[in-house]
């Protein structure tokens, strides 16, 4: 693929909302004449694509979809977060039938995962305006490093904070892997349709957007978010685990605004054992002796 203009690079607090929430929703992103078209190619379906992909070699039979991926801010998008050459894992057409009287469980896309300096991005595109009655896709935000098993979180019905996708045509999201979501009942008199595509990274996924803002006080602020479903404790550990995840990202391991991890990584490495750096060692053990 074409490498993306600078210009169309997410900025380095994008990528912090990013790490906070879990998510980044690009609103109408795809031109209305693509729009018009989705329908159409979405129920002829998305010819399929072998694992591991690269992406660049993938979708060779949707001039679509490769139009899609190379507009400049999707584009851009993909490579800041996972870089100029991720495979694909997978895609999928979903489409929610009007009446359709089932809701999808709240789940992460992952068995555990364990990594903590890389994550795999889930495109999702909507070529329609999808209103409330439409089901679209509810997601928990700042749930994506909460360590869960694909469909554990099933049973949860209803979380403080929540949200369920309202957006314009042409709306982009990209979502962490590991964000708790779910399509919700269709209650309204259109099918929603929905275009979705994984993607893996193949490079160290550090530093590549614009970083020219990598400092900027609101990098910070949206690492500090919170969200009224986390509990008061663990909710901090949902912040420090974000500080470890921008730490591997932006190649910065001192970065710490609120020292929430260098409060328990501290390692003072100086000793102390002899009557040149300690005079009182000597009196100390005569005490004791």
């Not at 693929?1 to 994008?14: N, Y």
């Not at 039979?61 to 584009?75: G, T, Y």
């Not at 890389?118 to 360590?147: I, N």
């Amino acid at each position: 693929m074409p490498q993306p203009h600078r210009k169309h690079l997410l900025t380095s607090v994008q990528m912090a909302h990013f790490v906070a929430t879990g998510a980044l929703r690009m609103d109408a992103v795809v031109p209305d004449e693509m729009n018009q078209q989705a329908i159409e190619v979405l129920n002829n379906g998305i010819p399929g694509v072998p694992y591991g992909t690269p992406l660049s070699e993938a979708f060779v039979d949707s001039d679509f979809v490769q139009r899609l991926v190379r507009l400049p801010e999707v584009a851009g998008a993909i490579h800041s977060l996972v870089g100029p050459e991720p495979t694909v894992d997978h895609h999928a057409v979903h489409i929610r039938k009007a009446h359709e009287g089932e809701a999808q469980n709240l789940h992460g896309d992952a068995i555990i995962d364990v990594r903590t300096d890389a994550f795999d991005v889930q495109l999702m595109y909507y070529p329609q305006d999808v209103t409330l009655e439409m089901g679209g896709t509810l997601s928990v935000p700042g749930s994506h490093l909460r360590k869960t098993n694909e469909s554990d979180t099933g049973r949860y019905q209803n979380l403080l904070g929540q949200t369920r996708l309202v957006c314009p045509a042409g709306t982009v999201q990209f979502l962490h892997h590991g964000i708790w979501h779910g399509g919700r009942k269709n209650d309204s008199d259109l099918d929603r349709y929905m275009f979705k595509i994984r993607f893996n990274p193949t490079v160290r996924q550090v530093r590549l957007w614009n970083t020219d803002d990598l400092y900027d006080e609101a990098v910070a602020a949206e690492l500090e978010q919170s969200f009224p479903w986390y509990e008061n404790a663990t909710g901090r550990l949902e912040r420090y685990n974000r500080i470890l995840l921008w730490r591997a990202i932006s190649g910065d391991d001192t970065y710490d605004p609120n020292y929430w991890v260098t409060r328990v990584s501290n390692r003072p490495q100086r000793v102390v054992a002899d009557r040149v750096n300690n005079p009182h060692a000597a009196a100390n053990k005569k005490e004791m002796a």
